[in-house]
Structure formats: C-alpha cells, structure tokens
C-alpha cells in the first residue's frame, strides 16, 4: 500500500514539473523584456537558480543528517544529469544555438568551479567550511556580474518581437507558481524514488548520483525541454550551464557553512566524469555555435553509459 501511495506521489510530481517549468518560463522571459535584459541572462540566474531549489534543499537536509555522499552525490550526478541527459535531450528534440558570450566567459568559469570542487573533494573527502565559503562568494559575485552584464548589453529585438510580455506582477506570480510546483513536484518525486531505491539496497553514494540527482534535476529537464520545444533556446542552453555553475558555488557553499560535508564514498570517477563532460562542451558547442541532435545523442549515450557504470561497479 506505502508503495503505491509513493508511485501516485511521483506521477504527481511529474505533472506538476511540466506545468511549474511553463509558467517559470512565461514569467522568467517576461521578466527579462521588461528589465530589457537578454533572455540568456534570466536563464543564467533566475531560471537557474529556481530550477536548482530542489537541490539546495535536499543538499542541505542530507548535510544535517550526516548523509554527505548523498548531499554531494547529489550536487555531482545533477551536473551530470544537466549536461549529458537535459542538454543532450533538448539538442534532439531541436538543435540549440549557443550565443558566443556564453562560450567564452560562463562556460570557461563553469569549467574552472568544476575542477575547483574536484580538488577540493579529493583532497578534503568532502567540503569543509573555508572551502564552502569560497564557493559562497563566487556565487554572490557571479550573479551580480550576470545581471550587470545584461543590463549593460540590453534584450535582444526577436525576444522581444516572439515573446508576450506581461506587467510584473503577473510575471512574478507565474515565477513563484513555477517554482513552487518544481519544487512541490521535485520532492514528490525524489521521496517515491528513494523509497523504491533504498528498498532494493542501493548505497548512498549512488543514490545520491542517480536517483535523487535525477530527481532534483527534473526541474532542469522541464524547464529546458519545455524552452527547446517553445524555442527558447537561450533559457534551454543557460538553464543548464547556470544550474551547475548554482549547484557548486551556492549548494557546495550553503551546505558546509551549515556543517562541513564528508564523502568518502565520492571518488575520481564521478568527479573525472562531470569535469569531463564540462570540458566536452567547448569542442561541441564551437562546431558552428549550435549543439545538433547528433551532438545531442553523443550527450545522452555517456549519461546512459555513466549511469550503468554506477549500477554495476
């Protein structure tokens, strides 16, 4: 009976994910036009940051329960989740144009956070506090700078010309609705899925890789399948790279101020395969500044592979 009680739980997380995705966009997007800011910009905070509640507060209840290969497990396997399953998924559902800004300054500082978390990991096993508190600054600089830079450089016409705009305070409700029913929808989701995982005996670490990485990262994959499909490819692309760069500098920030984490279960492999997959983005977003359904498949393939190799190790 609990059982079935978890899977309608989870059914109905998965309805409210699509719906809070929509009006997160709807809302985000008109924010962006009415603060004629780039879309991009939105998708880079905003859109991120909300989409990545879910993992802030999972990170942050595992922390305090001392369940550090889960807090991080987590932060690890959604960076994953976001490049090799969300990005791949919406580049086959419609390739993505990448906007030159984004190639050459958030991606190379996403890329720099990423091996910055593998040092410190490896050599802390987990996140200690100073180290939290370096990620905490990034995030605070990284969001003023965003938002500045956008300001400066102004929303682009065809937003402007493809987009409704509503006044702000509907534009904040459809915002605070979404994030609510992400949220909402996210942790139906995760409870049903570490329920059904936890009774078939798999270990922390890989649930915190897999099922609840997957499961706070739905949001992300609403969000940026939802944006791919309305053509939003700027919200799809910048949800993404935005997330990760929130989930280490504010979730790894946030978590270890709390108390510091220890992971002992983490190793190279899962931080090697996140770094990698970082990297992987310059060669392929470069080849005519568009991520193709090709491209897309590639992505999706080392999420599966990954994902296997955690099962079977």
């Known amino acids: 009976m609990q059982l079935i009680g978890h899977i309608a739980g989870g059914i109905a997380g998965i309805a409210l994910l699509y719906y809070g995705a929509e009006y997160l966009i709807k809302g985000g997007v008109s924010i962006a036009l009415k603060l004629k800011v780039p879309a991009l910009v939105i998708g880079l905070t905003l859109v ?11 990170s942050i209840d595992a922390t305090l329960k001392g369940s550090g290969d889960i807090s991080i497990g987590n ?23 990448v906007q030159k800004k984004l190639y050459r300054f958030d991606l190379p500082l996403l890329t720099v956070t990423s091996i ?8 802390s096993g987990g996140i200690t506090r100073w180290q939290g508190g370096i990620f905490f600054a990034g995030i605070l600089t990284y969001t003023i700078y965003s938002i500045y830079a956008g300001k400066k450089s102004g929303a682009d016409d065809e937003d402007v010309s493809s987009s409704k705009i509503y006044s702000y305070a509907v534009s904040v409700l459809f915002v605070a609705g979404g994030l609510t029913g992400l949220v909402a929808g996210a942790k139906l989701f995760v409870n049903a899925a570490i329920f059904i995982a936890r009774a078939g005996g798999i270990s922390d670490a890989v649930i915190g890789l897999t099922v609840v990485a997957l499961g706070t990262s739905l949001p992300e994959l609403a969000t940026s399948v939802v944006a791919a499909c309305k053509g939003e490819q700027d919200i799809a692309i910048g949800n993404v790279i935005g997330s990760n760069m929130f989930n280490i500098l504010c979730i790894l920030g946030i978590a270890p101020l709390i108390s510091p984490i220890h992971a002992p279960e983490i190793n190279w492999i899962d931080l090697g395969t996140m ?18 359904r090709a491209e897309g498949a590639f992505l999706l393939l080392i999420y599966i592979a990954y994902t296997a190799y955690l099962f079977v190790k």
């Open 275 to 292: 770094i990698f997959l970082t990297v992987s983005l310059f060669p392929i977003m470069r080849t005519n500044w568009k991520i193709s």
């Open 116 to 123: 910055l978390m593998g040092v410190f990991c490896l050599l």
């Open 75 to 97: 932060v690890l396997g959604s960076n994953i989740c976001n490049i090799a399953l969300i990005l791949g998924l919406s580049a086959v559902i419609a390739p993505l144009t």
């Open 48 to 58: 991120a940051f909300g989409t990545s509640a879910p993992e802030l507060v999972v």
